[in-house]
């Protein structure tokens, strides 16, 4: 019975075969079923020849070999026809965008402590700690009476880590509306030597919330706060609840890098402005991501979020260079200095990214990483910053874009806003690229050890942090005012900004002297294309 146990298993494969998908003639599936049918037909081919052999001279044998040949010449139909489908569903001619995470500085908290049972934590952290990244921009109690209750504020980044609750409350997530988008990407022939051979599927498919970079954690820390071995770190938005929607995700297939595609991140923006209508909610999106290169698809989806009352912001980018100015020196913008898109979209709201400089000629003896050497556990982050000093203690952030646009896109133009804290920010940042991953990413999102402290806390720098004290920002003025529109709360967060310097006489840029990690000192240049409306005063926005 043996080579009845070889035909029925080949009838199967056939029959699947020819019925794969048969409502769904794209091109995925279609390059699955020209490979089924090509190696199917090669095991009939020596099924044939090895029944040939055993019984061709019986009747039995010959009977086997006719069903053989009919099914042989099915599979080569199938074959034939599984080509013209690969070949007529195939990925759109489209240049994909790829989308990153922005971000330049980074070094690891070396604190450990005991910290408290994730259980404990209050449903809030509104009473916690104030760093100085909140206290720059009057986002500290006392200054602000709007915390972000009743308003939603969508990470579309990478997702939380699986042990999100080791770090913020469980009703500050709004798990039941937390998405991911996928698309598949696979090697091009010669992905070896140009690691942008990459074949596209052009299909997005749905996914878990939950990712394995801690991007998107760290992002989220800023909105709405986080637990710091168990010390409660308050948020510009603290009672505000957020979306977690993955649209940069990890591609194992591709040496593990991350990335999200233009399809992927034009879902996840149209999945909130359909959210928001469906469900009477009031979004705003945060993407602290970026790409060189425009793309109608996302842009298209930003206009569609906007009309369904979504506020959006994104990441100016992080072109800049040391020391930060000139920006072009021969007159025209350098391809290194440009804004990345979506952010430099004029109807999006674009965050360039700031820090807690040392001033320029009086030393008040304060600013990141001062005193010097520091203690452990580290204090300067939550020291207190002098009120109505921020145009003279904010510094612009060597590696944030300024107001260009990329030259081989000269027909766009492009607008930087206004900046934010987005130097040296403190928060939770486990995960495959700073440190162990804690439990399976793909868990329900339960602590790491109730008994034990969670690691990985950095110091992370970029627009990418910028970007969620703006949205925060934006969250507590559509607090105030919800029927507020995207220009209207552009024009708030603008117009309430306290502009910097961006010339220091005798010279022609502006400066600030700052304490790099090593203890050396350095000063930070920049100009006028660096500073938008100047740096965000939550306070003075929430005023009006």
Known sequence: MREWRIIDVCEILCRRILGIRARGYHYVHAMRLLEYSSISLKCYEVASIRFAVEFGRKEK????????????????????????????????????????????????????????NFADFPSDFSAGTVAWDLDIIDAEPGKITYDGEGIYVAVLDTGLVANWMDYFPEERIATKYGMGFYENVYRGPNYRNDPDDIVY????????????????????????????????????????????????????????????????????????????????????????????EPSDTIEDAIDYA???????????????????????????????????????????????????????????????????????????????????????????????????ANPDFSGYIVELDAVAPGSWVLGPYPGDTFGYQHIPWWSSGLPWNPNSPPPNYWYVGGTSMATPHI???????????????????????KGTATPLPTAIPPYPFAYNYVRWTSGAIYAFLWAADATGAGIIQADAATSL
């Open 61 to 116: 044998g010959e009977r086997m070999m006719n069903k053989l040949k009919i099914m042989s010449s099915a599979l080569t139909i199938a074959l034939v026809v599984s080509a013209l489908w690969a070949s007529a569903y195939a990925p759109q001619s489209r240049k994909p965008v790829l989308f990153r995470y922005p971000y330049e500085e980074y070094l690891p908290d070396d604190y450990t402590a005991e910290a408290p």
């Open 306 to 404: 906007i009309s369904k009352g979504v506020i959006v912001v994104a990441a100016a980018g992080n072109r800049g260079r040391p020391m930060g100015w000139p920006a072009a020196p021969t007159g025209a913008p350098t391809w290194d200095w440009i804004m990345d898109w979506p952010g430099g979209y004029p109807q999006v709201i674009s965050a360039g990214a700031s820090g807690w400089g040392m001033g320029t000629s009086v030393w008040l003896g304060m600013g990141e990483w001062e005193p010097w050497p520091q203690p452990r556990p580290r204090t300067w982050w939550h020291k207190d910053v002098p009120e109505d000093m921020e145009d003279y203690l904010t510094y612009i952030s060597y590696f944030s874009s300024r107001e260009y």
């Open 471 to 493: 949205a925060s920002v934006c969250a507590l003025i559509v607090q105030k005012h919800p029927t507020w529109n995207q220009a209207q709360v552009e024009a708030a967060i």
């Open 201 to 292: 599927s052009g299909i997005v498919q749905k996914t878990t919330f939950l990712g394995k970079l801690a991007h998107g954690t760290h992002v989220t820390s800023t909105v709405i706060g986080y637990s710091y071995y168990g010390q409660y770190v308050r948020g510009v938005a603290p009672k505000a609840k957020i979306i977690p929607v993955k649209i940069l995700d990890t591609y194992e297939a591709l040496d593990g890098d991350v990335f999200g595609t233009d399809l992927m991140v034009a879902a996840g923006i149209k999945y909130c402005g359909d959210l928001a209508k469906k469900e009477g909610i009031k979004i705003v999106i945060n993407m602290s991501i970026g790409a060189p």
